[in-house]
């Protein structure tokens, strides 16, 4: 998967630039860069400039003002309840999932990784339309749970739901062709010794995936905090109860207040970077580890 | 005839079968912990994925064919197909022909700033959607950094006329946010491969007497193809379903820009959960049918990857 933990290779000018037949012409590699980083610069690096820039077009009293607001207060709580309970969920059916699939064999195993990265193809819209159905008042449960006074649709649960289902398979996809490729030799070595399978996993497998299991984590973490499109079908869009961070910038920005707008998007553009120096960090740690 | 050779060969396999299942059926018992994850990780995944989905499906059938062709085909619905999938064709062929270009510069050569680069080729994962749309909107429309330079009188507008070129809020915006959503789909597939590449093959071709460019027609880039296929079909995958990155600078005109998702949302807001649940239907069609030809494909490459 495209997302998979890599780690950082030799430096390509020993390896490629001295060596005649894997050196290009320096018109060629001039040409080349200037095409890649120019298509860099305007579709990744502008845009996250932007961002920034237009937060603070206003100056910073306005910037703090607007972080400060009520609505984006509440919508921070949300937010970030949502991942709390979205993470841990998937993180202990990442493992339970690696676990089965790594160290098992059965029948079915490659249609099992299939089902697990369904979440992944499925636009989160779909996703959000799932629970409507399910839970909405025209749904499934419907009745009942407008019979028993519980609501799950416009309501944080379905939000809770729907961020549950997107970010679903991160921490599986993550650790399944980890432990694979690390096979189960140690912990077929603990489980002679008479380790019990607790001890086995905490002290033999844990060492080995812990880094892959934080990038996960990381990775599932963020997709937590800035769904946008699932999350919006089930959450009714009620201010100060039903808004998530994302939610509040569409609101926002479709009142025209663009400097508040970009100011909470900021704040999420700064858990994306913190995301991606915390990669570089665990793809750091991982290849020293490694070297060792 | 032919029914005694066919079976005898299998008569022959049969004592061999037996034992390699009684030795696998050994080797699991080994490791704990088979029937509890196995238990839970069907449960989860019933209870979070497959019945929701089966939902969709079941309430899809329940109005009948009729309600569900009628609503899944009506006009403004495919026009809305045809920009999804048209558009996110396009911008994944764009991302493969830059996508490539970029790993190709990451991993061959040394730049100031590489560092940087390869890191935020990350930020669409990492960057929630609907930031990544109002800043490209900001970017793009009429009074944007971007878009001024293409409005009438802007410094680029002359190429397309007086009235200049329209981007945020026509079908271009639609393919711009697909872009930046792709893009690292395809790097972060054939990176990995490029850097396993061994130097010895483009080598030989060069000793050969190869052109450089003949090296890599014929020795690179066959080596590289399932890569860019899996990365290709990931990102037109993800630009199918692909919501907010996109509404903000759709303009969402009827028959002109609306993406397929916004349809979902637009028949929902006026409670019609036949045509929502009918498009819905359509969309996980499509995304399983892709999802079986990325794993094929990804099985093609593994299989490669251990020939050599």
């Known amino acids: ?201 905490r002290r033999v497998t844990l060492p080995n995936i812990k880094w892959g299991l934080l990038y996960g984590v990381i990775l599932c973490n963020a997709r937590a905090m800035g769904e946008f499109g699932a999350v919006s079908v089930v959450s009714g869009h009620i201010r100060g109860l039903t808004n998530t961070l994302p939610l509040q910038v569409e609101i926002l920005y479709n009142e025209y207040q663009f400097a508040a707008a970009f100011a909470v998007a900021s704040l999420l553009a700064l858990l994306a970077l913190v995301t991606l120096v915390i990669k570089q960090f665990i793809e750091w740690r991982a290849s020293q580890s490694k070297e060792e | 005839m032919t029914a005694p050779a066919t079976t005898a060969p299998t008569a022959d396999l049969a004592p061999v079968r037996a034992n390699r299942r009684a030795s696998s059926f050994k080797r699991r018992r080994v490791l704990p912990g088979f029937a509890p994850t196995l238990g839970f990780t069907l449960f989860y995944l019933s209870l979070i994925v497959l019945i929701p989905l089966a939902a969709v499906f079941i309430k899809s059938s329940g109005h009948g064919f009729e309600a569900f062709w009628a609503a899944a085909t009506s006009p403004r619905v495919i026009a809305s197909y045809k920009l999804s999938f048209g558009a996110s064709l396009i911008a994944a062929f764009i991302n493969l022909f830059f996508g490539l270009i970029l790993a190709w510069c990451i991993v061959r050569y040394e730049f ?143 028959m002109v820009s609306e993406i397929t998702p916004l349809m979902i949302i637009s028949k929902l807001e006026q409670y019609d959960y036949v045509g929502a649940t009918a498009i819905a239907a359509v969309m996980l069609i499509f995304s399983f049918v892709l999802l079986l030809i990325i794993n094929g494909l990804q099985a093609w490459a593994s299989q490669r990857g251990a020939r050599k």
Do not use: C
């Open chain 2, 112 to 254: 100031p700033g590489k560092k940087l680069v390869d890191a935020l080729i990350d930020l669409p994962f990492a960057l929630p959607t609907a930031v990544a749309g109002i800043a490209l909107t900001a970017l793009y429309a009429p009074n944007g950094w971007v878009g001024s330079l293409f409005a009438p009188g802007g410094a680029l507008s002359a190429l397309f006329g007086e009235a200049g070129l329209k981007i945020a809020f026509t079908p271009l915006g639609v393919l711009l946010a697909l872009i930046f959503i792709g893009l690292p789909f395809i790097v972060r597939t054939v990176q990995p491969v490029l850097e396993d590449m061994e130097t010895e093959l483009e080598e030989a071709a060069a000793s050969l007497g190869a052109q450089r460019w003949t090296t890599f027609r014929y020795v690179v880039l066959p080596t590289l193809t399932p890569a860019l296929l899996t990365g290709f079909a990931l990102a037109f995958a993800r630009a199918v379903g692909e919501y907010g990155s996109v509404i903000f600078i759709a303009g969402n005109i009827p």
């Open chain 1, 1 to 201: 998967m495209s997302t998979a933990l890599h780690l950082a290779p030799a430096r390509a000018r020993a390896k490629y630039q001295d060596n005649p037949a894997t050196r290009e012409s320096t018109g060629v590699r001039f040409t080349l860069l200037a095409l890649g980083l120019g298509f860099f610069g305007l579709f990744l690096l502008l845009p996250l400039v932007a961002v920034f820039t237009e937060a603070l077009r206003k100056g910073w009293e306005l910037y703090f003002s607007s972080l400060a607001d009520a609505d984006t207060v509440s919508a921070i709580k949300l937010t970030l309840i949502a991942a709390i309970v979205a993470v841990p969920l998937n993180l202990v059916f990442g493992v339970s999932a690696a676990w089965l699939i790594a160290k098992h064999e059965f029948r079915g195993k490659q249609i099992l990784i299939t089902l697990i990265d369904l979440p992944f193809s499925v636009s989160p819209v779909v996703a959000g339309l799932m629970y409507v159905l399910i839970f909405g008042a025209n749904g499934w449960f419907g009745p009942w749970l407008q019979a028993h006074d519980v609501k799950i649709i416009f309501a944080v649960p379905g939000i809770v739901l729907a961020t549950v289902f997107v970010t679903f398979p991160f921490v599986a996809r993550e650790l399944i062709p980890l432990m694979q490729a690390q096979g189960k030799d140690e912990e077929e070595a603990a489980t002679v010794l008479g380790a019990s399978g607790w001890q086995t996993f």
